[in-house]
């Protein structure tokens, strides 16, 4: 069992064992009606969560005993975002009667329809009503919801956010590298010509670019920092399946490590969208895994193969930079 799958089955058992006792009621101690009095009871058989709004719709599944998002081929959930709202729903209580009026719900955000701005959440295994989600409220803490085809509006006392849009349900983490772990880096162009390379001092630890123009000098001492530290903590906006054209033309960074391995970075830019594929190499070879190296790489060999990483604009920057870019603009002649 990896720690993904490990992760997520403790964090679950823990909010089942802190917060059973308290859910055998469907009142908490002020006499609060709960917003879902069983839902900690079913959380350890849990495999299905459904979300729709305005503009988007997800479904986050568990299979093999780690949270997928369907829309997006079973990539892995975020894990801690699903936890915290699903502790979020199981500590709710109803704290506000509002109104019961149809027509008040668009203003709440509790119709259900097209062009409403709430959210829908449903747990389709469980028996249990749909949520519909509204606004937070404005003069004190709490969100407003609506159960099931109930008319009646309530307030729960916890700010609940829910999004529907599958891309931000995604596991975003790619690679976590400490900067003192990164000897080199080199950077290549779509024809595989070297462009520069930056590299670290041993002893001080102080970045230089290798191959400085002759006359020319670093526009501040720090230019180099954000070119040789992105991989320090890289993350995914996306993911799409992996297309081999795609990367016809892409650049690439290859970061030299203390322990001797490779990371290469592709990076190619298709229209508005940016994207980005990693490969692993020791001595030289690529390679599916290597020994200490789980603790900075945060997708498996599997995803690396299967998909392409949309990333952001500032990390594609971050990524491509230029030579120009770092060095400081040559004053024109005095004609």
Do not use: C
Request: hydrophobic share 45%; net charge negative; proline share 4%.
């Amino acid at each position: 069992m990896n720690l993904l799958k490990l992760a997520g089955l403790t964090a679950i058992g823990l909010m089942v064992i802190a917060l059973f006792m308290e859910e055998r009621s469907a009142f908490d101690h002020d006499g609060h009606q709960r917003l879902f009095p069983k839902l900690v009871e079913h959380l350890a058989r849990l495999d299905r969560v459904q979300m729709s709004g305005r503009d988007h719709s997800v479904e986050l599944i568990r299979r093999d005993e780690v949270w997928r998002v369907v829309e997006r081929y079973d990539y892995p959930v975020d894990f801690k975002r699903l936890s915290s709202l699903l502790d979020k729903l199981s500590q709710a209580v109803l704290t506000e009667r509002k109104t019961a009026r149809v027509e008040q719900h668009d203003v709440l955000a509790v119709a259900v329809g097209p062009g409403s701005a709430g959210h829908r959440i449903f747990f389709p295994e469980l028996g249990l009503e749909p949520l519909i989600v509204g606004k937070t409220a404005t003069l004190r803490s709490g969100t407003f919801v609506r159960l099931g085809a109930e008319a009646q509006v309530w307030l729960a006392d916890q700010n609940i956010e829910i999004t529907a849009d599958p891309a931000l349900w995604l596991d975003t983490q790619i690679l976590s590298v400490p900067e003192p772990e990164i000897v080199s880096m080199t950077a290549f162009d779509d024809q595989g010509e070297a462009l520069f390379e930056i590299n670290r001092n041993a002893t001080s630890g102080d970045l230089s670019l290798g191959n400085l123009p002759e006359g020319r000098a670093l526009r501040y001492s720090t230019v180099l920092g954000p070119n040789f530290t992105a991989i320090g903590e890289l993350q995914l906006v996306d993911v799409a399946p992996h297309l081999p054209e795609r990367w016809e033309g892409a650049a690439s960074r290859v970061y030299r490590l203390r322990a001797g391995h490779t990371l290469t970075l592709k990076t190619v830019a298709v229209e508005k969208d940016f994207w980005m594929k990693v490969q692993l190499s020791e001595d030289g070879v690529l390679a599916d895994s290597v020994d200490r190296m789980d603790a900075f790489m945060k997708i498996t060999e599997a995803q690396r193969r299967a998909f392409d990483f949309k990333i952001s604009q500032r990390t594609y920057g971050d990524l491509t930079a230029g030579l120009e870019q770092f060095l400081k603009p040559l004053e024109e002649p005095i004609s």
